[in-house]
């Protein structure tokens, strides 16, 4: 996994930095769209630019003139800050196309809510009217009732009956009222049956809004901290960009860190292992001297545990003496 990490963290450098390129590239060309083309190209280039130049900084940095290194520093860092205006504009982008659909059932919403109030005045004007006549009707039949008359003839006898013309008034009255207050219950009915209808409507858009449950998390963190969706969606486009393309650079040059460590590493042992094989030609070369003036026979390894072997220089002596 130790040697494995150099790569992996390249890897992750160069899928970083291609998922920022990508953002980046379609933000500027939204900015741009008349030449869209030509900026797309153009910021592709730049991108590719942008990582050879923080590679050779940092494996040449020291070697550099200050001069160059100035220029290609700056130029990188301004090419960071495009980039990153670059993945702000097309986040943004994105919010806003699913800020006006939110938008847009908002409106709907609104409008089926106003409609709602305009039929409950309605309906209240209406109940309260009923009530009126609720009570107009009580009073007219209270005084059908009490339609009497009362007097004393010419005998002194109190004769008691109703009056006829009263009744027909009172009565008039009492079917007018009746008849208004039915009139009154079946747009009651209707008017009811309007506002939940519009209930239903605005309970079936809110539950078909995917957008709402797109904007869930966000609609949550703005009631929590009092900021509006827009400073919210900001804060949180801010924090990508902190995270996206400074990260990118800043694994790409720890990628060539890792790498050149690496290099060294691996020509050390070439090294070693090459001084031992001096080192053994050395001490060959040094055994093999003495054999080569004459073909002096050299005593073999006696089988015998006891054997002790003589020094090779005191075998050549021997065999010179009896030469």
């Given at each position: 996994m130790k040697r494995m990490l150099?790569?992996?963290?390249?890897?992750?450098?160069?899928?970083?930095?291609?998922?920022?390129?990508?953002?980046?590239?379609?933000g500027l060309s939204k900015l741009f769209s008349s030449q869209a083309s030509a900026v797309i190209f153009m910021?592709?280039?730049?991108?590719?630019?942008?990582?050879?130049?923080?590679?050779?900084?940092?494996?040449?940095?020291?070697?550099i003139k200050w001069l160059a290194k100035t220029y290609l520093t700056t130029a990188m860092i301004i090419l960071m800050a495009i980039t990153s205006l670059g993945i702000y504009g097309f986040l943004v982008s994105s919010y806003q196309q699913t800020a006006y659909k939110m938008s847009a059932v908002e409106s709907e919403?609104?409008?089926?809510?106003?409609?709602?109030?305009?039929?409950?005045?309605?309906?209240?004007?209406?109940?309260?009217?009923?009530?009126?006549?609720?009570?107009?009707?009580?009073e007219l039949t209270k005084g059908l009732a009490n339609n009497v008359i009362s007097y004393v003839d010419g005998e002194g006898n109190r004769i008691t009956t109703t009056s006829s013309a009263t009744r027909k008034v009172l009565q008039g009255q009492l079917d007018s009222q009746l008849a208004r207050r039915e009139k009154l219950s079946d747009m009651e009915i209707s008017i009811a049956d309007s506002v939940s209808s519009i209930e239903m409507q605005i309970l079936n858009?809110?539950?078909?809004?995917?957008?709402?449950?797109?904007?869930?998390?966000?609609?949550?963190?703005?009631?929590?901290?009092?900021?509006?969706?827009?400073?919210?969606?900001n804060w949180f486009i801010l924090l990508f960009i902190i995270v996206f393309d400074p990260l990118a650079v800043i694994l790409l040059v720890s990628a060539n860190r890792l790498l050149e460590t690496k290099s060294n590493q691996d020509s050390v042992?070439?090294?070693?292992?090459?001084?031992?094989?001096?080192?053994?030609?050395?001490?060959?070369?040094?055994?093999?001297?003495?054999?080569?003036?004459?073909?002096?026979?050299?005593?073999?390894?006696?089988?015998?545990?006891?054997?002790?072997?003589?020094?090779?220089?005191?075998?050549?002596?021997?065999?010179?003496?009896?030469?």
């Open positions: 150099p790569y992996v963290m390249l890897l992750s450098a160069l899928s970083l930095a291609a998922t920022a390129a990508y953002y980046s590239i379609f910021a592709s280039i730049l991108e590719a630019s942008k990582l050879v130049t923080a590679s050779y900084l940092h494996r040449h940095w020291s070697s919403i609104s409008v089926l809510d106003l409609k709602k109030q305009r039929y409950e005045t309605n309906l209240g004007a209406i109940q309260a009217e009923k009530e009126s006549l609720n009570i107009n009707i009580s858009t809110q539950l078909d809004n995917e957008v709402a449950a797109e904007l869930g998390p966000l609609t949550y963190v703005s009631g929590i901290t009092g900021a509006s969706m827009d400073m919210v969606v042992p070439v090294a070693e292992d090459e001084e031992d094989s001096l080192t053994e030609e050395c001490e060959a070369k040094r055994v093999e001297a003495p054999t080569q003036e004459s073909s002096i026979p050299v005593p073999e390894k006696p089988k015998d545990a006891s054997f002790k072997p003589h020094s090779l220089h005191n075998v050549w002596r021997s065999a010179k003496r009896k030469k």
